[in-house]
């Protein structure tokens, strides 16, 4: 069974910083695509940073503006996402996601429950 297990999240002021990490089992990790998603209340979801398995490549959403990193760890099939520069405006439960396609470019197959990051003083 895949599962995805996001945790990391908390409070944390304006300009601060927050590691997420994500467990995954039950699937090739380096086969999937895997990324990280985000979703305010009343707000879309939308694409934080996701990792490709079938090109390699990483693409980060715009609002990132180099302020998050994404990686990954295959000897412990863990996803990170480093987060500096935090505003009020990354508040949102963050959730990581796979798919066996290795593509981001549609919405992804797996997803585990997120965790909630609060930016606010």
């Known amino acids: 069974e895949v599962q995805l297990q996001a945790f990391g999240g908390g409070l944390v002021q304006p300009g601060g910083s927050l590691r997420l990490s994500c467990a995954a089992s039950g699937f090739t990790f380096d086969d999937y695509a895997i990324g990280w998603f985000r979703q305010a209340p009343g707000k879309e979801r939308e694409g934080v940073s996701c990792i490709s398995s079938s090109d390699g490549r990483t693409v980060y959403g715009d609002f990132v503006k180099g302020r998050f990193t994404i990686s990954s760890d295959t000897a412990k099939t863990t996803l990170y996402l480093q987060m500096n520069s935090l505003n009020p405006e990354d508040t949102a439960v963050y959730y990581c996601?796979?798919?066996?396609?290795?593509?981001?470019?549609?919405?992804?197959?797996?997803w585990g429950k997120g965790t909630l990051v609060t930016v606010s003083s």
């Open positions: 996601a796979a798919d066996p396609s290795g593509s981001c470019a549609y919405d992804l197959e797996f």
